[in-house]
């Protein structure tokens, strides 16, 4: 009866200690209730093995076999792969928000200027040799060539703010690769040791979703406890207790990321990461080169275009327009260097090349069928005669294309062929120059005798700002055939704005699957005030069960020994 009783004291104590632990780990439970990435933890109960009395194998006692922590894997695989994409739509938002910013079709944009543009010309058409109206094309000239640049400087700028993104980085990365190495070391003693290593567990996980959400790493837990970390590619991160570090190496301007991997570092592209790094990547190498490069493209082409629209006219002094811009010498950083040419207001070539004789138009520019006989020139009273005729085979000129030809031959004219129309067109080398020409004697052709209209207009003429002004509406070949500068313009903008809309939807679906699967896991694997308020009852209640069955046995031992006595 003695062994009976004692086997009875010994379940109660062990009953009762059993609860009181209960008790703490609901309390454990409940104080971290808002503790980021905790486990619910729960006691599993195992009897004391049963010793045999007579006939009979009674149970000695109850004792807390081990600290369960709730855990669903394929939960925890959900979220990390989420926080991977939830990091790299998240990195691009910033960058993306300032590029739409830079590249915006709103006031005093690009697309602005360039209407300043093409206006500042149209109020020169005008009065084309006014002083304030060539002023205000000088200015809105500089104007249009520091937006070019000051677009260009804040896309760089945006590098800039990206690469010191990614050096800021890298010391917290390392940090938590570190971290992780050394609680698989820890994990891996204190579980071989056969105890629970629950809440380090915990904080691995929450380092691991960090890890991912950063660079995108990819992690499974090996026999022994540990977890192996590696990039997308398959690099190793963390391998046991062992963790290889992110460097940031300078290449230019650039930040690239390396692995560092015992004496040797591996170049990491942008397909190697994902997460943060990924998407900064995204944005620092393919969408803003991108970017500038078109932006390049634009600024070369109307630099080259406005030049020789520019260069085909006269300006108030008599000579040829020169370049307005400085002529970029190819496309490559086209933009970040866009300054004018010319400084002088003298210097803006609004009218067309002096002293222009123009004839009447003929459909077949190199049929021979004017007749034979001279052409004279009158040079501010100098005459020269040319003569045209059929009478050599092979060297005919008594066509338009040979009429040219032969005027081409006195000093002190320049005679062309209008490709459009077929007209002649005789231009004196100086403005200043009288130039008439007589073609009656000519006799015999079918075509009519060339007839001059002169076309001698002042240099401060509205003519080329005319055929300037064209380009405004012109889609232009080396915008590839399709765009006008504005349009253009346009598409990078937009370009960029449905790159920015696209980023800000998948940020909000991703963040939303996010927050659902941690509310799911939340509600699977977190701590819920209500349950752990009904175990604190139960175990409350079996702490006060078991107090009063040690009583009761108290009680029968003291019997016993009053019987003895």
Known sequence: MGGGLNAALNAGRTSLQTNQKAIEITGLNVANVN???????????????????????????????????????????????????????????????????????????????????????????????????????????????????????????????????????????????????????RISAIEMSGQDANSDRDRRDLLLNSICETIGARSFETSSGTMSVQLPNGMPLVEGNMANHIVGVYSGTDVNIELEVGTTNIDLGRNAMGGEFRGLYEVRDVIIPDVVNRLDQLAYTFATEVNAAHNAGTDLNGNAGEDFFYQPVDQLDASASLTMNITSTSQIAAGSSPGSLVSQGYDDAAALEFGTGNIVVDINGVLTTVVIDDSVLGAENNSVTGVAAALNGIAGITATVNPNDNTLVVTPANHDDVVTIDSSSLVGGTYSLPSFTSVDLTPGDNTNVLSLLQLEQDTLSGLGGNDTFVSFYGKIAATIGIETARNLQAQEGYTDSLDQLQNLRDGIDGVSLEEEMINLMQYQKGFEASAKFLATVDEMMATLLTIKR
């Open 35 to 185: 503790t980021e990435g905790y486990s619910r933890q729960s006691p599993n109960l195992t009897p004391y093995p049963s010793l045999n009395f007579g006939d009979f194998f009674i149970g000695t006692g109850v004792q807390v076999g081990s600290v369960g922590r709730s855990h669903d894997v394929f939960l925890a695989g959900q979220i990390t792969d989420k926080s991977a994409e939830v990091g790299l739509e998240n990195s691009m938002s910033s960058p993306l928000s300032e590029l739409e910013r830079v590249l915006g079709i709103g006031d005093g944009s690009l697309s602005d200027q360039f209407d300043d543009f093409f206006d500042s010309w149209r109020q020169l058409s005008t009065n084309p040799s006014g002083e304030v109206e060539r002023q205000a094309v000088l200015q809105q000239g500089e104007s249009i060539g520091n937006s070019f640049t000051s677009v260009y400087n804040e896309t760089q700028q945006v590098v800039k703010n990206i690469n010191t993104t990614l050096v800021s980085k890298i010391d917290g990365l390392n940090l938590a690769l570190d971290e992780v190495a050394d609680l698989n070391s």
